[in-house]
Protein backbone atom coordinates (compact mmCIF):
# COMPACT_ATOMS: atom_id res chain seq x y z
CA UNK A 1 0.00 0.00 0.00
CA UNK A 2 0.97 3.88 -0.78
CA UNK A 3 1.14 6.28 1.67
CA UNK A 4 -0.62 9.37 1.51
CA UNK A 5 3.44 11.29 2.16
CA UNK A 6 4.21 8.40 -0.77
CA UNK A 7 1.32 9.32 -3.19
CA UNK A 8 2.07 12.65 -3.09
CA UNK A 9 5.86 12.45 -3.67
CA UNK A 10 4.41 10.19 -6.62
CA UNK A 11 2.18 13.60 -8.40
CA UNK A 12 5.94 15.52 -8.02
CA UNK A 13 7.88 13.01 -9.78
CA UNK A 14 5.18 11.77 -12.53
CA UNK A 15 6.31 12.56 -16.00
CA UNK A 16 4.08 14.37 -19.03
CA UNK A 17 4.71 13.78 -22.40
CA UNK A 18 1.58 15.32 -24.16
CA UNK A 19 2.67 13.34 -27.66
CA UNK A 20 2.67 9.72 -25.51
CA UNK A 21 0.94 7.05 -26.80
CA UNK A 22 -2.67 7.06 -26.97
CA UNK A 23 -4.55 4.52 -24.99
CA UNK A 24 -4.85 2.03 -27.37
CA UNK A 25 -6.74 -0.45 -24.72
CA UNK A 26 -9.47 2.77 -24.43
CA UNK A 27 -12.76 2.32 -25.34
CA UNK A 28 -15.48 4.89 -25.60
CA UNK A 29 -18.65 4.47 -24.22
CA UNK A 30 -21.62 6.86 -22.49
CA UNK A 31 -24.22 7.00 -19.92
CA UNK A 32 -27.87 7.12 -21.08
CA UNK A 33 -28.26 10.98 -19.45
CA UNK A 34 -26.14 11.93 -22.08
CA UNK A 35 -28.88 10.74 -24.92
CA UNK A 36 -31.54 12.78 -22.66
CA UNK A 37 -32.82 8.62 -22.07
CA UNK A 38 -32.05 7.90 -18.87
CA UNK A 39 -33.26 4.27 -17.92
CA UNK A 40 -34.36 3.72 -21.07
CA UNK A 41 -32.73 1.00 -23.84
CA UNK A 42 -33.33 2.86 -26.89
CA UNK A 43 -30.11 4.67 -25.84
CA UNK A 44 -28.59 0.86 -27.16
CA UNK A 45 -29.62 1.94 -30.35
CA UNK A 46 -28.35 5.73 -30.60
CA UNK A 47 -24.89 4.48 -29.45
CA UNK A 48 -24.89 2.07 -31.92
CA UNK A 49 -25.53 4.70 -34.39
CA UNK A 50 -22.47 6.94 -32.74
CA UNK A 51 -20.18 4.02 -33.01
CA UNK A 52 -19.58 3.94 -28.60
CA UNK A 53 -18.20 0.81 -27.35
CA UNK A 54 -21.04 0.42 -24.66
CA UNK A 55 -23.74 2.23 -22.43
CA UNK A 56 -23.98 2.84 -18.76
CA UNK A 57 -27.74 2.27 -17.54
CA UNK A 58 -28.91 4.50 -15.13
CA UNK A 59 -31.36 2.62 -11.84
CA UNK A 60 -33.35 5.30 -11.52
CA UNK A 61 -34.91 6.61 -8.48
CA UNK A 62 -37.51 4.75 -6.16
CA UNK A 63 -40.73 6.36 -6.03
CA UNK A 64 -41.67 3.64 -3.15
CA UNK A 65 -38.90 3.90 -0.83
CA UNK A 66 -38.28 0.35 -1.54
CA UNK A 67 -37.80 -0.43 -5.16
CA UNK A 68 -36.23 0.35 -7.88
CA UNK A 69 -37.06 1.18 -11.25
CA UNK A 70 -34.84 -1.09 -12.99
CA UNK A 71 -35.71 -4.26 -10.66
CA UNK A 72 -38.44 -4.32 -12.88
CA UNK A 73 -37.70 -7.75 -15.36
CA UNK A 74 -39.75 -6.62 -18.11
CA UNK A 75 -37.40 -3.14 -18.41
CA UNK A 76 -34.33 -5.57 -17.62
CA UNK A 77 -35.23 -7.47 -19.99
CA UNK A 78 -35.78 -4.64 -22.64
CA UNK A 79 -32.36 -3.91 -22.05
CA UNK A 80 -30.73 -7.15 -22.49
CA UNK A 81 -32.31 -7.73 -25.61
CA UNK A 82 -31.39 -3.97 -27.03
CA UNK A 83 -28.10 -5.04 -26.47
CA UNK A 84 -27.97 -8.28 -27.99
CA UNK A 85 -29.85 -6.39 -31.31
CA UNK A 86 -27.42 -3.53 -31.52
CA UNK A 87 -24.07 -6.10 -31.13
CA UNK A 88 -23.61 -2.99 -27.39
CA UNK A 89 -22.85 -4.16 -24.35
CA UNK A 90 -24.40 -2.33 -21.00
CA UNK A 91 -20.48 -1.91 -19.51
CA UNK A 92 -21.80 -0.40 -16.04
CA UNK A 93 -25.31 0.46 -14.06
CA UNK A 94 -25.49 3.99 -11.98
CA UNK A 95 -26.99 3.89 -8.99
CA UNK A 96 -28.16 7.52 -8.62
CA UNK A 97 -30.70 6.94 -5.44
CA UNK A 98 -27.03 7.58 -3.74
CA UNK A 99 -27.92 11.11 -4.05
CA UNK A 100 -30.76 10.72 -2.46
CA UNK A 101 -29.77 8.34 0.67
CA UNK A 102 -26.32 8.74 1.46
CA UNK A 103 -24.17 5.65 1.96
CA UNK A 104 -22.07 7.58 4.57
CA UNK A 105 -25.74 8.27 7.02
CA UNK A 106 -28.65 7.09 5.77
CA UNK A 107 -29.63 3.35 7.16
CA UNK A 108 -31.51 2.75 3.53
CA UNK A 109 -28.58 3.20 1.59
CA UNK A 110 -26.67 -0.29 1.57
CA UNK A 111 -30.18 -1.78 0.25
CA UNK A 112 -30.41 0.56 -2.79
CA UNK A 113 -26.49 -1.05 -2.98
CA UNK A 114 -27.13 -4.69 -2.26
CA UNK A 115 -30.39 -3.73 -4.94
CA UNK A 116 -28.02 -2.38 -7.51
CA UNK A 117 -25.59 -5.30 -7.52
CA UNK A 118 -28.37 -7.60 -7.99
CA UNK A 119 -29.69 -5.62 -11.10
CA UNK A 120 -26.15 -5.06 -11.97
CA UNK A 121 -25.54 -8.60 -12.22
CA UNK A 122 -28.68 -8.94 -14.26
CA UNK A 123 -28.23 -7.24 -17.02
CA UNK A 124 -24.40 -8.89 -17.54
CA UNK A 125 -22.83 -5.37 -16.53
CA UNK A 126 -19.42 -5.75 -14.78
CA UNK A 127 -19.48 -2.59 -12.71
CA UNK A 128 -22.14 -0.51 -10.45
CA UNK A 129 -21.05 3.33 -9.96
CA UNK A 130 -21.45 4.58 -6.51
CA UNK A 131 -22.20 7.68 -6.64
CA UNK A 132 -20.64 10.37 -3.46
CA UNK A 133 -21.17 14.43 -4.16
CA UNK A 134 -22.64 17.15 -2.93
CA UNK A 135 -24.61 16.41 0.70
CA UNK A 136 -23.03 12.85 0.65
CA UNK A 137 -19.35 13.44 0.06
CA UNK A 138 -17.16 12.00 2.39
CA UNK A 139 -14.46 14.61 2.11
CA UNK A 140 -13.51 14.62 6.30
CA UNK A 141 -11.55 11.67 7.53
CA UNK A 142 -14.22 10.06 10.01
CA UNK A 143 -17.24 10.05 7.10
CA UNK A 144 -14.42 7.98 4.72
CA UNK A 145 -13.93 5.91 7.23
CA UNK A 146 -17.25 4.66 8.62
CA UNK A 147 -17.85 4.58 4.17
CA UNK A 148 -15.00 2.18 4.07
CA UNK A 149 -16.37 -0.15 6.53
CA UNK A 150 -19.88 -0.43 4.88
CA UNK A 151 -18.00 -0.94 1.38
CA UNK A 152 -15.89 -3.80 2.49
CA UNK A 153 -19.37 -5.14 3.18
CA UNK A 154 -20.83 -4.84 0.43
CA UNK A 155 -17.89 -5.52 -1.71
CA UNK A 156 -17.75 -8.59 -0.22
CA UNK A 157 -21.52 -9.20 -1.80
CA UNK A 158 -20.37 -8.08 -5.14
CA UNK A 159 -17.80 -9.91 -5.54
CA UNK A 160 -19.96 -13.28 -4.96
CA UNK A 161 -22.21 -11.26 -7.84
CA UNK A 162 -19.23 -11.05 -10.02
CA UNK A 163 -19.77 -7.10 -9.90
CA UNK A 164 -17.41 -4.61 -9.00
CA UNK A 165 -18.51 -1.37 -7.16
CA UNK A 166 -16.93 1.76 -8.84
CA UNK A 167 -16.58 4.27 -6.23
CA UNK A 168 -16.76 7.76 -7.97
CA UNK A 169 -16.71 11.32 -5.61
CA UNK A 170 -14.89 14.35 -5.21
CA UNK A 171 -12.25 13.33 -2.75
CA UNK A 172 -8.96 13.91 -3.87
CA UNK A 173 -6.10 11.15 -5.10
CA UNK A 174 -4.61 10.08 -1.81
CA UNK A 175 -7.84 9.89 0.17
CA UNK A 176 -9.29 7.52 -3.31
CA UNK A 177 -5.58 4.91 -2.69
CA UNK A 178 -6.33 5.04 0.82
CA UNK A 179 -9.96 3.77 0.59
CA UNK A 180 -9.40 1.55 -2.01
CA UNK A 181 -6.69 0.14 -0.49
CA UNK A 182 -8.44 0.00 3.16
CA UNK A 183 -11.13 -1.68 1.41
CA UNK A 184 -8.89 -4.07 -0.43
CA UNK A 185 -11.14 -5.79 -2.43
CA UNK A 186 -10.56 -6.60 -6.53
CA UNK A 187 -14.61 -5.57 -6.09
CA UNK A 188 -14.08 -2.45 -5.75
CA UNK A 189 -12.08 0.46 -7.09
CA UNK A 190 -11.67 4.01 -8.16
CA UNK A 191 -14.56 5.46 -10.57
CA UNK A 192 -12.04 8.57 -11.80
CA UNK A 193 -14.05 11.24 -12.87
CA UNK A 194 -11.64 13.60 -15.07
CA UNK A 195 -14.26 16.42 -14.82
CA UNK A 196 -15.69 16.03 -11.68
CA UNK A 197 -11.42 16.03 -10.48
CA UNK A 198 -10.49 18.90 -12.55
CA UNK A 199 -13.06 21.03 -11.33
CA UNK A 200 -12.11 20.36 -7.46
CA UNK A 201 -8.39 21.60 -8.59
CA UNK A 202 -6.73 18.14 -8.53
CA UNK A 203 -3.97 17.51 -10.74
CA UNK A 204 -6.06 14.78 -12.57
CA UNK A 205 -2.98 13.49 -14.86
CA UNK A 206 -0.67 13.31 -12.05
CA UNK A 207 -3.33 11.30 -9.71
CA UNK A 208 -4.29 8.83 -12.51
CA UNK A 209 -0.60 8.18 -12.63
CA UNK A 210 -0.50 7.71 -9.10
CA UNK A 211 -3.38 5.47 -8.47
CA UNK A 212 -2.29 3.10 -11.53
CA UNK A 213 -4.58 1.05 -13.66
CA UNK A 214 -5.49 -1.96 -10.61
CA UNK A 215 -7.32 0.84 -8.63
CA UNK A 216 -9.53 2.68 -11.55
CA UNK A 217 -12.34 0.41 -12.65
CA UNK A 218 -13.78 3.19 -15.28
CA UNK A 219 -13.65 6.84 -16.16
CA UNK A 220 -16.73 9.47 -16.91
CA UNK A 221 -15.13 12.35 -19.15
CA UNK A 222 -16.92 15.67 -19.23
CA UNK A 223 -16.03 19.14 -19.17
CA UNK A 224 -18.07 22.54 -18.87
CA UNK A 225 -19.26 22.81 -22.61
CA UNK A 226 -17.57 20.58 -25.44
CA UNK A 227 -14.59 18.60 -24.95
CA UNK A 228 -11.38 20.17 -26.10
CA UNK A 229 -12.48 23.70 -24.62
CA UNK A 230 -12.37 23.71 -21.50
CA UNK A 231 -10.41 23.43 -18.31
CA UNK A 232 -10.28 19.37 -18.66
CA UNK A 233 -6.64 18.47 -20.08
CA UNK A 234 -7.51 15.76 -22.10
CA UNK A 235 -4.07 14.98 -24.29
CA UNK A 236 -2.28 15.22 -20.56
CA UNK A 237 -5.14 12.53 -19.50
CA UNK A 238 -4.85 10.71 -22.35
CA UNK A 239 -1.08 10.02 -22.27
CA UNK A 240 -1.76 8.87 -18.58
CA UNK A 241 -4.38 6.74 -19.33
CA UNK A 242 -1.86 5.33 -22.06
CA UNK A 243 1.20 5.40 -19.77
CA UNK A 244 -0.38 3.03 -17.06
CA UNK A 245 -1.67 0.40 -19.34
CA UNK A 246 -5.27 0.80 -18.35
CA UNK A 247 -7.63 -1.04 -20.20
CA UNK A 248 -11.14 -0.60 -20.46
CA UNK A 249 -13.94 2.38 -20.67
CA UNK A 250 -14.01 5.71 -20.69
CA UNK A 251 -17.99 6.84 -20.71
CA UNK A 252 -18.67 10.12 -21.35
CA UNK A 253 -20.97 12.45 -19.24
CA UNK A 254 -21.02 15.51 -21.80
CA UNK A 255 -23.49 17.96 -22.01
CA UNK A 256 -25.14 19.53 -24.89
CA UNK A 257 -24.57 23.15 -25.34
CA UNK A 258 -26.36 23.65 -28.88
CA UNK A 259 -29.32 21.16 -27.93
CA UNK A 260 -29.19 19.17 -30.36
CA UNK A 261 -28.24 15.62 -28.39
CA UNK A 262 -26.60 13.34 -31.37
CA UNK A 263 -23.98 16.58 -33.11
CA UNK A 264 -23.22 17.61 -29.73
CA UNK A 265 -22.40 14.00 -28.84
CA UNK A 266 -20.62 13.06 -32.09
CA UNK A 267 -18.75 16.12 -31.93
CA UNK A 268 -17.31 14.92 -28.26
CA UNK A 269 -16.18 11.73 -29.79
CA UNK A 270 -14.50 13.38 -32.61
CA UNK A 271 -12.42 15.45 -30.82
CA UNK A 272 -11.33 12.13 -28.74
CA UNK A 273 -10.63 10.25 -31.74
CA UNK A 274 -8.76 13.02 -33.68
CA UNK A 275 -6.52 12.70 -29.91
CA UNK A 276 -6.26 8.72 -29.77
CA UNK A 277 -5.56 8.11 -33.57
Not at 104 to 130: F, H, Q
Not at 249 to 275: C, F, H, W
Request: aromatic share 8%; hydrophobic share 45%.
Amino acid sequence: MLTRRTFVGSLAAAPFALHAASPKGLKIATMDLVFRMAGKPEAVAMAKKLNLAGVQVTLGRSTDGTTLPLEDKARQAAWLAASKEHGIPLNSTYIDMLHNDCLKDNSKAPMWVRKGIEITKNLGAPVLMMVFFGKCAVIPRAELDYTIGLCKELAAEAEKAGVILGFENTSNGADNLYAVDKVNSKAFKMWYDVGNSTFNGYDVPAEIRALGKDRICMFHFKDKGYLGEGQVKFPEILASIAAINFEGYANLETTNPSGDVEADTQRNIDYLKRLMA
